[in-house]
């Protein structure tokens, strides 16, 4: 039996290390561990603290916890709440291992209803968001037809050009965005590219027509796969909730006409409960 998840607590959180007494150290970079000492000054992901709290936990100035949470709010490690000037955890959080992963309202919102729809569809569903050129698994829900044949997990990293989801996450990114990630893609791959790029303007016309895209057979043969985006408000990077399942329990024809509904339905569900409780 896995054991029962420890909340991130200020009484959990590992001892700051002495910052004053490494500057000595040329190795020791402290603006790193003064950004890593912000983002445990917070005893759990709901907590929302001001620029001023947090210079009184760090015993850093102001000036210098402000350029740090600017810093960690454009990398996603921060979210400001609206105007309050106050800052909680982000999403990107969970790709340091997950210890904020019960206490993000995100999750608490969506999770209900993800393990509904895995439950309805008999597939594995989850929702991601990107980290670099991958997207990060930060939520997963299994049916039980999948408990064996999908060895996806919390935490998996899922390729973007060949994957539902990181189609749907290129196909939804603003178009900035995408020539970005397309270049290093291409910079990364150069023979595949002409496919990969294919794909891509296949899944924005799949998005625009279904209002969801597609992975059949082509990150793995026997996994088919769709994916929507997700976007909750103008402060949350977009997230992706796919649902995939093994080609012989669930075809692409099924996928397009009996799961996609379900699957748009769910992330309306998840917005207006998300927007409820913000």
Known sequence: MAEPETPFTAATAPAPAPVRHMKADRHFVTALARGLDVLRAFASGEERLSNQELAERCDLPKSTITRLT????????LHRVGETGRYRLGLATLGLGGTTQSRLDVKEASHPRLQALADRTGTLVAMAIRDQLSMLYIECCRSESTLI???LNLGSRMPLPTT??????????PEEVRQTLEE??????????????LAIRQAQDDLAQWGCVTSFGDWRPEINGIAAPLRLSADL??????????????????????????????????????????
Request: hydrophobic fraction near 45%; charged fraction near 15%; avoid cysteine.
């Open 164 to 173: 539902a989801v990181g189609r749907g996450y290129l196909a939804a990114a």
């Open 149 to 151: 044949t999908m060895r």
């Open 70 to 77: 600017y810093t960690l709010t454009q990398l996603g490690y």
């Open 184 to 197: 290093r893609l291409r910079a990364l791959n150069p023979t595949g590219w002409p496919a990969q790029q």
């Open 237 to 278: 990077p977009l997230m992706v909730v796919n649902a995939a399942a093994a080609t012989d329990t669930v075809s692409a024809d099924q996928f397009l006409q009996e799961v996609r509904p379900v699957l748009l339905a769910t992330l309306r569900e998840i917005a207006s409960d998300y927007g409820r409780a913000a």
